[in-house]
Structure formats: structure tokens, C-alpha cells
T-cell receptor
Framework: DSGVTQTPKHLITATGQRVTLRCSPR?????VYWYQQSLDQGLQFLIQ???????AKGNILERFSAQQFPDLHSELNLSSLELGDSALYFC????????????FGPGTRLTVL | KNQVEQSPQSLIILEGKNCTLQ??????????LRWYKQDTGRGPVSLTI???SENTKSNGRYTATLDADTKQSSLHITASQLSDSASYIC??????????????WGLGTSLAVNP
């Protein structure tokens, strides 16, 4: 158990809908990262937050947004969903810097029908 | 362009055998290199981290090597077990044009250990 929790574990929705994925980092970790992993693909970095502020952006679509709250939990919002958004979404946390060991949550499997 | 390339893409070995996975990177300036293990459907778990000055680092049956001159790393797995079946991902830390740290993720090597 990495100490990172993600909810929900599974999510099934229809095209055009909006969903919110939630992540709670390990106790004491200030950085939160979001990744997308499509079937049989590598991890794609989406975005990083550090202590409530956006720190780095990867290949995140404009339809996606995220935020980190004062209690350091984070949410990833996906809107106008398309079939191609079906994937595993992982949240990870680290102490501070991007070079620190990242601890990954169990992921949320999103299926868009 | 910063890149991390891993080979082979996939590998099948028999239980008890050794294997070596490769990672070549064209990242500059280099900061550190990690190997992660990702079981199917689960989040990656860090195996080793190596900085510029380190040549070898072990974690149980896993041994990582780094040659910073040739920009190559390898992950050697000794006496493989069925539980070693997973994807092994090489991740290199670098700095972008704005001097911000960023991670460059490889696509991983999928290892299957058969009985």
C-alpha cells in the first residue's frame, strides 16, 4: 500500500459527460501528479501540483483540468468525454520535487461508452 | 530532444533465468535515473534511483547499472520469479528550457516470466 488513495476505482460514463477523479496524497507529501495510461500504452504525464499551485503541465487536454486543495487532496476533472479518454488515470505524490520518489495510487479506470 | 528509449519492447523468459533490460536516454542535463516496476493494472513502484556518480545499485534480485558517458542504463533481474512479470519503466530526470525539473518516461519493457 503506497499510502495514496484514489476514488472511484471504476467509472463508466457516456460520451459528452463530465467526471471528477479524486486523489489523496501520502501524509506529508506536498506534490501531486496525474497520469493517463491508455490500454497497452506508456504513462502520459498530465499535470503536477505543489502545495496548491500548478507546477508543471504535460500532455493535458484543454477539456481536462485539475486542482489541489488546501488539505492537499487533488481532483482531476474530465469534461466533454470522448471514447478515446477511456484509460487508467493514476495519481502519484512525492515529498516535494519532481525528482523525489513518486508513490502511485491504485488508479481509476475510466470507461467512456 | 529529450528522449528515453527502452529495449526490448517485450521479453519472455523461464522462471529461474536471468534477464537484462536496457534503457538509452538522450537527456541533458541529466539529474537522475529511476527504474519503476508496474504490475498490470496497478501503479508503478520505484525499484532504484541512480545519480550521475553512481554506477551500480541493487535492490534484492534487481541490479541497475548506469553509464553516464554513453547514456545507457540496464536493469538486471537475477533468478526470475513469476511475480517479476510486469512492465519495467525507465524514467530520467532532466531540466527543460526554463530550467524546471521534469521527468522523461520510457514506454517500458513488458516482461513475462513463465513456469
Amino acid at each position: 500500500d503506497s499510502g495514496v488513495t484514489q476514488t472511484p476505482k471504476h467509472l463508466i460514463t457516456a460520451t459528452g459527460q463530465r467526471v471528477t477523479l479524486r486523489c489523496s496524497p501520502r501524509s506529508g507529501d506536498l506534490s501531486v501528479y496525474w497520469y493517463q495510461q491508455s490500454l497497452d500504452q506508456g504513462l502520459q504525464f498530465l499535470i503536477q501540483y505543489y502545495n496548491g499551485e500548478e507546477r508543471a503541465k504535460g500532455n493535458i487536454l484543454e477539456r481536462f483540468s485539475a486542482q489541489q486543495f488546501p488539505d492537499l487532496h487533488s481532483e482531476l476533472n474530465l469534461s466533454s468525454l470522448e471514447l478515446g479518454d477511456s484509460a487508467l488515470y493514476f495519481c502519484a505524490s512525492s515529498t516535494r520535487q519532481v525528482e523525489d520518489t513518486q508513490y502511485f495510487g491504485p488508479g481509476t479506470r475510466l470507461t467512456v461508452l | 530532444k529529450n528522449q528515453v528509449e527502452q529495449s526490448p519492447q517485450s521479453l519472455i523468459i523461464l522462471e529461474g533465468k536471468n534477464c537484462t533490460l536496457q534503457c538509452n536516454y538522450t537527456v541533458s542535463p541529466f539529474s537522475n535515473l529511476r527504474w519503476y516496476k508496474q504490475d498490470t493494472g496497478r501503479g508503478p513502484v520505484s525499484l532504484t534511483i541512480m545519480t550521475f556518480s553512481e554506477n551500480t545499485k541493487s535492490n534484492g534480485r534487481y541490479t541497475a547499472t548506469l553509464d553516464a558517458d554513453t547514456k545507457q542504463s540496464s536493469l538486471h533481474i537475477t533468478a526470475s520469479q513469476l511475480s517479476d512479470s510486469a512492465s519495467y519503466i525507465c524514467v530520467v530526470s532532466a531540466r527543460d528550457a526554463g530550467n524546471n525539473r521534469k521527468l522523461i518516461w520510457g514506454l517500458g519493457t513488458s516482461l513475462a516470466v513463465n513456469p
